[in-house]
Each structure stands twice: as C-alpha cells, then as structure tokens.
C-alpha cells in the first residue's frame, strides 16, 4: 500500500479501464507514490508507461517526463488525452511549439491542470524552461529510455548525462528510471548517472517464451534459402533487418521478384516513401518489410510472426529489441540469425574509425554477439545471462524453444588442438591477427609470415592435419571461452591471456561445436 492511502485499482479501472496490473505494476506505482526514487526495467510491451502516468495523474502537480523522440512523445500526449476531458492534462514542451503554445502550456502548468509534461532531454537544458519548472509543483520526473544515459546502452544520447544536475535544480523530486534494455553494466550507469543507487529496482522478467531463436550459418545461397523460409510462411509477416541500405534494396528486389510482397525501409528513402511502406506493412498490404535498424522503434504490430537478421546486429541489446517485435501478441515469433565470421570482421572495420572509447565498447559488445551464435548451449538461456537473469534451461518457459536445444550441435573433444593453437600463439609472440595464426598452422605462407620468418619455425604447419575453416572455427571458439584475446588498438592481433597459459598447463578438456563454416561474403559499407 502507499502512504497517501489511495485505491489505486480504482483510479486505474478509472483513467484506463483495466481491472487489473500488469507484472510489477502496482508495486512499481506504490514505491513512486511514496516519493521512492525507482528504476523500472521491463521488457518491451510490458506496460511501463502506466508505471509513471498513472501516479502522475492522481498527484499534485506535473510530472515531468524525459523522452528521446518527439514522435514517441505525440503518440503519448495522444493517448493521455483521450483518457481525460481536459486537453491541457498532458503537453510537450519542446522546440516545434510557437510563442502563444507555449504560454498556454506554461498556463496549463500553472494552474494545475497539466499533470504530463513530455520534454526531450535538449530542452531541458534550456535556462528559460528549467526557471519557469522551478515556479511549479512538480510531482516526480521520470525518464523514459533510460539506458540512453549509458554509453553501454545501444541507444546513447549525451544530453541524458545532464539530466541529473537539472533535476537538481528543481528541488527534492522523486526520479523514476524506465528501460526496456538493462544488462548489468548499464544498469549500474543508470543508477549511477541519476545519482540515484538509494532506488528501489523492479525487474521483470526479459523471457519472451513464444519466440523461437535460430541462428543460420551464412552462405552463398542465404537469398534462396530467405525465400524458402519466407514461402514456408506464406502471408505472415515479417521484418528482415539488414546492416546497409543496399543490402536493403537488394534483398526486397530479389523477394518481390520471386513473388513475396516486400518493401524496402531505411533512413536514405525520403519521409514519404518511408511512412508509405510502414502503413504498408501495418495495414497489410504487404508481407515483409526489409529494413535496416532505422525501422521499427514505436512500431506496435502484434502478429509479426518472424524476424530475419540477414546481418547479424552491433550488439544483444539491439537483437533483443530487434527480435522482441515478433510475436507480441503471445502468438508464433520465429527469430532467425544468419552467421557469418566475415561479417563480424566487417563491423569491427567499420568500427575503427571511431573514438577509441567507442571502439573499446563495439568491440565487447560485438563479441557478446558472436559468443551468442557460436554458443552451442541454450540460446534463451544465454540471451537472458546477458540480461543478468538465471534462465532453467529444463523447465524454464520456453526452454525447447532454439535449434541449440532441438538440435544439438556435434560436439568432439579438441584439447589438442587447443593445446597447438595456443602454442602457436604464444610462440608466435602475439604478432598476428587470426589469419597468420591459422596459416602457421596449416603451413601456408604469405608476405606477413615470410616478412617474420615463422616459415623457418618447427611448429610452422603443426596442424595441418585440418583445413583452414577447422583452425578459424576453433579459434572463434577458443577466444569465446576466454583461452585468447583480441587486441583492440591493434585490430584483432591475437593473445593468449592467463586462462589460456594455465590450459596449456593443465590441459582440461575442450568441447567443440562441429558446425560452423567459414564464408565469404562480399565486402559492403554499412550505412543506416
Ligand atoms: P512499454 O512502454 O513497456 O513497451 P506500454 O506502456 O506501451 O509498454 O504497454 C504495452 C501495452 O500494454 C499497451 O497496449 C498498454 O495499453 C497495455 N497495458 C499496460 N498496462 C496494462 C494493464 N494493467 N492491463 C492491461 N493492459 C495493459
């Protein structure tokens, strides 16, 4: 119960009809009643918003909530308005209102009417506005998206840095954090950004039970074997992500032309063209959207009923989201991945132009990524590891749910190997990207090892009793077990690391997955 003693289930069937809370609803409602700072981490479609409008409107004064997109906030204004008589119960506030809006909204404010406030984090800088804030009552902020906060996060905005500093400025506020992306490091950002490790934290639980995950070795054939899936689930719908817009273009040409009712979406399509294909897609019109990351975000269609990554994503969190948009209705949602090496090694390129702090952060959040389709374990069991959550790959929910736990990969035991390509490693003085190490093994030559004179060495061709796509698999494996490292200023120069030097010591044993194959895939600049 809160303090003030107010029947919220009444004011809940009262502003939104519902009889009944969601998940973690009500105590999420109370602890914020209670002037608690809370932080909130559900997954998407599990009913935050009403965990902050709902206090919101049964309080003195106006909550003020922080949200990235002015598109988002619209919709939301749109939706509380309709629950209320009065117009002026929520507002935004930012750059696109005219002089006369804004003093109404002020006006609105004032008299307390207003009990919403939407602003983007920019306007919050502002002088003027936070002046003006100061004047009212305001009942709570909360900030919505939350992880843009965190340079973890996948979406991150530096204007959120400053939030906590303005909040401050309005006097003793309750905060309540929201997000629907949540690993441990990105929780302890939140937390320590708002200045608020004192909040009582509500999490849900992140297991999407009716979604299927399935990762794909990437092949020359993945267009026929897209259609072959597509066909298979004829007049569905779906959304195919791909990493650049002429992956984007090609692959809705190749489905239209075998029949498939496809349209292309990303941020190099103008507006209308843009808002034409999502209505088509949510009208359905037509079947599949093939997109890049920039579709998607705010897009409620409850029967998608699978997402394709031609690509695979920057990061877990982006998948999570990306994936999270099939089967909300509790319905079918089959989440499939192709995975390709040579895709990792074009992102980890793309990525070497940035900052190095941003280029140290891609890099780990990229591996989390290739440890994910390489992994031979339960794919929702790792997926939800991520998000700091224990999953019972026995009988949690869903648990038979990926083609890891259908379909077991072949696993052989590979310690000496292990043993050589660590050896090879060491021995090789850590001069070398995974291409040299598996040419050393293999015993092929080329201008990098001739120039370091490794052809000369005893161990130079220890293994090549296997081919190249063997070593390059057990490499990849090894390095997600932690035996190796990569080098990030010097681009994937390979490292043994202490775990690795006590393998060799120790020699436990090392299970390999069998199946991946090493492909070639064309060369391509990613743009969103
Ligand atoms: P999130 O912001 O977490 O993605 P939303 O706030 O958009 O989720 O809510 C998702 C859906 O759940 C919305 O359609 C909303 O109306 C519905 N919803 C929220 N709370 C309840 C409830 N207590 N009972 C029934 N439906 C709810």
Redesign the pocket.
Known sequence: MNSNEIDIHKE?KKY?G?????GL?EQVINSLLNKQNTFVI??????????Y?LPALIQEGTAIVVSPLIALMKNQVDAIRSLSSENGVAHVLNSSLTKTEIVQVKKDITSGLTKLLYVAPESLTKEEYVAFLQTVTISFVAI?EAHCISEWGHDFRPEYRNLKSIIKQLGDVPIIG?T?TATPKVQEDILKNLDMTDATTFKASFNRPNLYYEVRTKTKNIESDIIRFIKQHKGKSGIIYCLSRKKVEAIAEVLQVNGISAVPYHAGLDAKTRARHQDMFLMEDVDVVVATIAFGMGI?KPDVRFVIHHDIPKSLESYYQETGRAGRDGGEGHCLAYYSYKDVEKLEKFMSGKPVAEQEIGFALLQEVVAYAETSMSRRRFLLHYFGEEFDDVNGEGADMDDNVRNPKTKVEAIDEVVKLLEVVRDTKHLYKSKEVVFTLIGRVNAVIKAHRTDTQSFFGCGSNHDEKYWMALLRQVLVAGYLSKDIETYGIVKITDKGLDFIKNRESFMMSEDHEYNETEDEAIVT
């Open positions: 809940l939104f519902f009889s009944q809370f969601k609803q559900m997954p998407t479609g599990g009913g935050k918003s009403l965990c409008q919505d929201l629907a409620d």
